[in-house]
């Protein structure tokens, strides 16, 4: 697959962590995303994608590309074998300023890009990004696009001073002492974090806590359970085992066998690293 990525010129930076273009046959059909503290926005070129965004929720086909909150759960992505793209990795707070509803009503609930910015825009920014000079081209298009859409948002300092503590301490923080330095209350900082995040400061904290255990596996070597769900501040090997399963949908020794099973079937992909096989 061909995969092209950079930084966005400010302040977009403050928002969107990169921007990237994504063309060719995919390593599989089916990949698993285990929840990460970001946010994601595709603009589809190429067939419909299917995308599952929860596990009460049925697989749905994506024409015109995909919303996708700060996630609670494991959702899958459906490759088309023709796949062709352009996306953004949002920061968790990122989407706010680009949505005309709370995120926290798409929370594991994607939705197509038309739901959020219209049918009329969403075609015109395709027929463009189809009709710009290579991917560099599209990136510099799309970022035009974003800077054009973006607004302001209440409350949107507090949510990212918080989110960066939040992501500075790994998760590691007291929550109930993240209002009183922010100098509001615990309830108006939760609502605020739902509004522009999606979930909750403790939600996203449990995210990224979880978030570093899973990057801190090295599939390539053996794995002490033990060392890692001590590091990662769990009491012990069964509750990090039981909050693993409830982040990722597999036990740690099957998602080490996953992992494994995507760097020797593909080595050097440009996935490898987060998604994992579904099929």
């Known amino acids: 697959m061909e995969y092209v990525s950079r930084v966005p010129r400010p302040p977009l930076d403050g928002l969107i962590d990169d921007l990237y273009y994504l063309e060719g046959p995919p390593p599989y059909a089916r990949l698993r995303l285990p929840p990460a503290p970001a946010a994601l926005l595709i603009v589809n070129l190429g067939p419909p994608f299917r995308v599952r965004g929860g596990a009460d929720l049925e697989a749905a086909s994506y024409d015109d590309g995909c919303v996708v909150t700060v996630p609670t759960l494991a959702w899958e992505f459906g490759y088309p074998p023709g796949t062709r793209s352009v996306g ?11 949505l005309p509803m709370p995120a926290a009503e798409l929370r594991d609930r994607p939705v197509t890009v038309e739901q959020v910015w219209g049918r009329p825009a969403v075609a015109d920014l395709r027929d463009r990004l189809a009709a710009a000079a290579g991917p560099h081209g599209m990136l510099t298009l799309f970022e035009d696009e974003l800077v054009r859409r973006l607004g302001e948002t209440a409350g949107l300092g507090l949510v990212r001073h918080t989110s960066g503590v ?3 301490t790994s998760g590691a923080v007291a929550i109930g002492d993240l209002g009183a330095a922010a100098g509001v209350s615990g309830t108006h900082l939760a609502r605020r ?3 522009l995040v999606g979930v909750t400061p403790k939600r996203l904290a449990r995210t990224h806590r979880l978030t570093g255990a899973v990057l801190g596996i090295d599939p390539a070597g053996p794995v002490d359970w ?13 509750h990090f085992g039981h909050e693993f399963r409830a982040f ?6 099957r998602y080490l066998e996953v992992r494994r099973r995507f ?5 050097g992909h440009v ?3 987060w998604p994992l096989p579904a099929d």
Do not use: C, M, N
């Open 88 to 98: 953004a990795h949002v920061k968790p707070w990122g989407l706010a300023p680009f």
């Open 166 to 168: 939040i992501a500075a």
């Open 271 to 273: 996935l490898d690293g």
């Open 263 to 267: 760097r020797l079937e593909h080595p």
């Open 226 to 238: 033990s060392d890692l769900a001590h590091g990662a501040g769990y009491f012990d090997q069964a």
């Open 193 to 195: 974090f739902k509004e």
């Open 248 to 253: 990722t949908g597999l036990t740690p020794t």
